[in-house]
């Protein structure tokens, strides 16, 4: 009877032993996802200065931490409060389990489980997380067999970053910085407290929905840890008493989305997996300039919109212009369709310093500053200008600012087009200075008339600005072009001669610690000398031109307004000696503001409210424009005027010379 009892114990051992070993033969290539581990990533974004932009991820927000950079208190902390023999066990507890089953007849039901790290690990990446005994015997096979693959500490390093802390974060450095913005290095014994006791129910023991629960718990993994000898009686107590501050944010923390925007349109075609890679993108922005810029924007903005609520109450004043058309404005006629948009870079690198797509971007994501093409207008014309003084002008060569009419055909139709300035007076004769300064259309014609229609569209091409007519109306700013592709443009004023492009990325360091940097690109277009002659003058711009209202005490700026048929866009365009700004304001469907919106009006405030606040912030930066040797300086009339080699005074009536470099003459 005996013989047959063993018997039948061997072949239900033999049985057993066989389903185990089926059972894992179905299972073992499921640890192959623990063994290989790579989750995804979260990608942060930070600026010039290293501060934290955003946080992007696909599903689930993780910031990798490795075990060589978890502090020996966190992983003390962790295994006395989830499984204090952890160092010693093979992958499950036998001691454990006897309790647990002892605990679980008692209940005729499955209450304790017994698990340890290394079965929770399994439990999280492989298996479900239902109370059966299937299960438990899956994790427990998958567990021992880990263990003689992975070391410990290879282990707790794919748990800490695999298991779940609650309130979106995953892994215990993205709670560290979520719940306490500190790093894992930062932490004191109750944050780590706090973090550890997460995972055994993380929405419950929520610190910021429950942190009177969240704190019990924290002191029973500080009680665990005294217990255990592995902090003394003095840091329990101060442990016990701590009670830290708990920050409830959302999980990207974008604090500048229309940038973020634009980073991951740039950078998704190049590194598809930009949302769960784990990369760290350095950017040229400054948030203390970015949210200048944002404020600029709005003020300019609020402006605008209490000029036309003081207009509406006037029935005398309701009206716009479109064509020489008079419009009635309706109520609320600016409010759903005025937007703006700035950007501003360093003159010598092009980096990104603002860009602000539009002033609410909850209200609308469409970036203006990237993906709006807007007619200039007179912000066309310092390039123009800029393209006399190439060919021999200098500010003091004379322009007639008289009317004209042209005759055209357009099919069988004969039709006449008579410009206007702006204000519909003439001058008469006038320099080059006084012309750009005041922004006169007609002496602009004039201008572009006389050096050749030919010659100003193949300088405007070379100096960057695309698909612009090759007729008369390149003159008004008549074609398309977006904010940024205006910042480009106007570099060559900004940086003396050197075009810029502005960018956005600084460097990107991928999860392997591989960085790839990036440079300024540049292209020489001409002389610094040849440009201080135009710089000068966007400078009188500023200084009593069309351009009153962009100025600002204690520094130099130079710039130009731009100003389109039927005020449909406002531009200033502009800088200082180290850093260039682009305001623009119009509608977005394209329709006309009020007369009153001009460059200087409605753009103008923005760009000084941007430099006076940036100067309260870096009151070190460069104040004035420095004059190349080149460049000589005669007194015409009482006042300076600037000339060179190539492009010397007009061949007027000398008085007295005082230098070689300075004379005085008199029209």
Known sequence: MLKYFFTFILIVTIAIFGWLLKLYSDIRFDIENIVNYNPPKTTQFFDKNGNLIANIFENEHRLYVKYDDIPARVVEALVAIEDTQFFEHGGVNPDAISRA???????????EGASTLTQQLVKTLVLTREKKLIRKIKEA?????????LTKEEILERYLNQVYFGHGYYGIRTAAQGYFKKDLYELNIKEIAILVGLPKAPSFYDPTRNLKYSLTRANQVVKRMNTLGWINNTEYEEAVNYIPEVFDESLTQNKSPYIIDYALKLLKDDIPDIKSGGYKINLTIDLDAQKI???????????????????????LNNVIKKDEEEIPVEEGYFVNTLNGGIIS??????????????????QSSFNRVIQSKRQPGSAVKPFIYHSAIELGYSPASQVIDIGRTYEYTVGEEEKKWQPKNYGGKFKGVMTLREALTKSRNLATINLVTDVGI??????????????IPRDLSI?????????????????????????????LINSITDS?????????????????????LTKSILNDVVNRGTGRRARVPGIELAGKTGTTNSNIDAWFCGFSPSIQTIVWFGKDNNTPMRKSETGGTTAGPAFANFYKKYLEIHPEIQRKFIKPENVKVSIINGSKEYYTD?????EIQTSTTNSPTEQSIQF
């Open 101 to 111: 089953i002892i605990k679980d007849i008692k209940a005729m039901k499955l209450v």
């Open 141 to 149: 096979l998958l567990s021992i067999r880990l263990e003689t693959i």
């Open 293 to 315: 810029a944002r404020e600029s924007l709005k003020l300019a903005y609020d402006k605008i919109l209490a000029r036309d609520e003081y207009l509406q109450k006037n029935p």
């Open 345 to 362: 870079i360093e003159n010598n690198t092009g980096k990104i310093l603002a860009l602000v797509g539009g002033v609410d971007y909850t």
């Open 454 to 467: 030919s010659e100003v569209y193949n300088s405007l091409v070379s100096y960057g600005i695309e698909d």
């Open 475 to 503: 003159t008004l700013g008549a074609f398309s072009i977006s904010p940024i592709e205006l910042s480009k443009a106007y570099s060559l004023f900004s940086n003396d001669g050197v075009e810029v492009t502005p960018y």
């Open 512 to 532: 392997k610690n591989q960085t790839i940097s990036f440079e300024p690109q540049t292209k020489y277009i001409t002389s610094a000398e040849q440009i201080f």
């Open 646 to 650: 190539k492009s010397p005074l007009p």
